[in-house]
């Protein structure tokens, strides 16, 4: 089966750089997805990592490393509007179905 | 292009009754997915529809859900009898393509039984 962990909250001043990790552990691999979820709305696609490495985006960037079992999501130039959960998610052994982490909820103080 | 909907948004009921959820997805995905996030918990998946077929519903926790999608287009959950442990955050998502795709998610409707 498949295992996520992810911090559950962090905290970052507006402007800064902050770095969410999630650590995973499964059977076989298919990619890793990130989503970020703003309190009471949909669960919205930032990144999705196959291959060892960092993907830019603009201000998010994600980074991948099968070998370790490990990803992070990097926000740049944090603002107010980036205050969120951020989920990590991988498809299932079928590739099918996601299987979540727990979500770490960002909060961008001024 | 109109995204995933869910109605209701909210949905308060007592322990007992019966609560029907629904799910619209974006118009031309085949795929549609139930999950649902219980207090304190991560996401955790129920279902999933290929058109009208039930391609895999091994996250359903037990015979009081009940999903369908009669004609392959909106889906509807069935809650009956509600427990109070079903209280949560229940999410459909669509996608065009099944395997390992981005799925596209509804704001979800809260349900809460007491």
């Known amino acids: 089966g498949q295992n996520i962990d992810q911090p559950t909250e962090m905290t970052a001043t507006e402007g800064a750089i902050v770095q969410i990790n999630c650590t995973y552990q499964?059977?076989?691999?298919?990619?890793l997805f990130w989503y970020q979820q703003h309190a009471g709305e949909a669960p919205t696609f930032l990144s999705y990592n196959v291959l060892d490495g960092l993907e830019e985006k603009g201000r998010f960037s994600s980074f991948l490393s099968r070998s370790k079992g490990y990803s992070y999501l990097l926000l740049k130039e944090l603002q107010m509007k980036d205050s969120a959960s951020y989920l990590c998610?991988?498809?299932?052994?079928?590739?099918?179905?996601?299987?979540f982490g727990p979500g770490t909820r960002l909060s961008v103080l001024p | 292009e109109a995204g995933v909907t869910q109605f209701p948004s909210h949905s308060v009921i007592e322990k007992g009754q019966t609560v029907t959820l629904r799910c619209d997805p974006i118009?031309?995905?085949?795929?549609l997915y139930w999950y649902r996030r219980v207090m304190g918990k991560e996401i955790k998946f129920l279902l999933h529809?290929?058109?009208?077929?039930?391609?895999?519903e091994s996250g359903m926790p037990n015979n009081r859900f009940l999903a369908e999608r009669t004609g392959g287009t909106y889906s509807t959950l069935k809650v009956q009898p509600a427990e109070l442990e079903d209280s949560g955050v229940y999410f459909c998502?669509?996608?065009?393509?099944?395997?390992?795709?981005?799925?596209?998610f509804g704001p979800g409707t809260r349900l809460t039984v007491l």
């Open positions: 118009s031309g995905h085949d795929n």
């Open positions: 499964t059977s076989g691999f298919n990619g």
């Open positions: 998610a991988v498809p299932d052994n079928y590739g099918q179905n996601f299987v």
């Open positions: 998502a669509s996608s065009v393509l099944a395997g390992v795709n981005e799925q596209f």
């Open positions: 529809f290929v058109k009208e077929s039930k391609q895999d």
